[in-house]
């Protein structure tokens, strides 16, 4: 069941960098709440802070803290914002926003909280989203956190697997591999696997169904060496729009200091509207080697191909 709580307060301004005033109830339109300063053309369209944190905050400076005075639009009660994750969404009222960054820099002098006490919670623990349905809120209107579910696809290219004549290993270690990364990041997520021979048509066919059902990313391992059957590079590069080549090279020069053979791989990494695919080698030893790489900057690589970039 969908995690669930409640609008305590809808909060305008119509000027940036000051107070915001509770108005009971107002219409999100694509830009964010209407008639407020911080609404428009950008990722930071409606701002939220929970009640909790509110609360928390004012018992720290010892004073009462109206809702709105950190300038959030929407204050929440019994949602634990701080444990969302871009790209989540949430249904508020009629509204549906799509989680776009969390926390920001504090804007100091130019904050009216922070003018005051010198410090503000908003920086640490605000939730900003993006509108991707208009809709009308509330006081007492309920919330309801859709966390977002990241959707992969691991694809092993191989004769011999596919004939049977062979186990497929290294489909199997990334499947643990992804698993466990977005258990660690706690982040909800589906690996599905497919096994082909090395045939560019149906690998081909693989990437336009995943890119159709809106994967985030495809890993394909086998196929990137240089016999006369290894089609994958091929495949990937007439199917990405954008290639990444950054990733590969890294990885082939790191794994090239203690086994030339590595120097050999083809492996490429690319994008296609909002889908990222890496071809690596066959073994299970490149496999791991190539996905310690790719951790350090998948969900980057994700929330910059929607648009996001969480350090603005």
């Known amino acids: 069941m969908p995690e669930q709580g409640q609008v305590v307060s809808v909060n305008i301004s119509t000027r940036t960098g000051t107070i915001k005033e509770p108005v009971g109830r107002a219409r999100i339109d ?42 959030e639009n929407i204050t929440t009660r019994g949602l634990e914002l701080t444990r969302w994750h871009l790209l989540d969404e949430l249904e508020v009222g009629g509204a549906r926003l799509q989680v776009t960054q969390i926390g920001k820099k504090c804007h100091g002098d130019d904050c009216a909280i922070f003018r005051e006490v010198g410090r503000c919670v908003m920086p640490r623990e605000g939730i900003f989203c993006r509108v991707l349905r208009p809709g009308e809120v509330g006081e007492g209107d309920a919330i309801r956190y859709l966390p977002r579910q990241w959707k992969f696809l691991v694809i092993t290219a191989s004769d011999r697997c596919a004939r049977g004549q ?27 696997r497919a096994l082909v021979p090395d045939e560019a048509e149906q690998l081909r066919g693989h990437l336009e169904r995943a890119r159709a059902a809106g994967l985030d990313a495809v890993f394909i391992t086998g196929g990137t060496g240089i016999g006369p059957r290894d089609v994958t590079p091929e495949v990937v590069q007439r199917f990405c729009g954008k290639l990444l080549p950054g990733i590969v090279e890294a990885v082939r020069v790191q794994a090239g200091a203690s086994n030339p053979n590595a120097w050999l791989s083809r492996s490429l990494a690319g994008v296609r509207d909002t889908m990222l695919v890496f071809a690596m080698p066959g073994s299970t030893r490149a496999v791991g080697e190539y996905l310690e790489a790719i951790g350090k900057v998948l969900l980057h690589a994700v929330w910059m191909v929607h648009g996001l970039d969480p350090h603005r």
């Open 30 to 71: 694509e830009r964010g709440l209407e008639g407020d300063a911080h609404a428009g053309d950008w990722h930071r369209q409606v701002s939220l802070l929970a009640s909790e944190s509110v609360e928390r905050f004012a018992g720290q400076i010892g004073r009462r803290l109206a809702w709105g005075e950190f300038a």
């Open 166 to 192: 062979a186990s497929d290993r290294s489909g199997p270690a990334a499947e643990r591999w992804l698993r466990d990364f977005c258990a660690g990041q706690q982040l909800a997520c589906r690996v599905e």
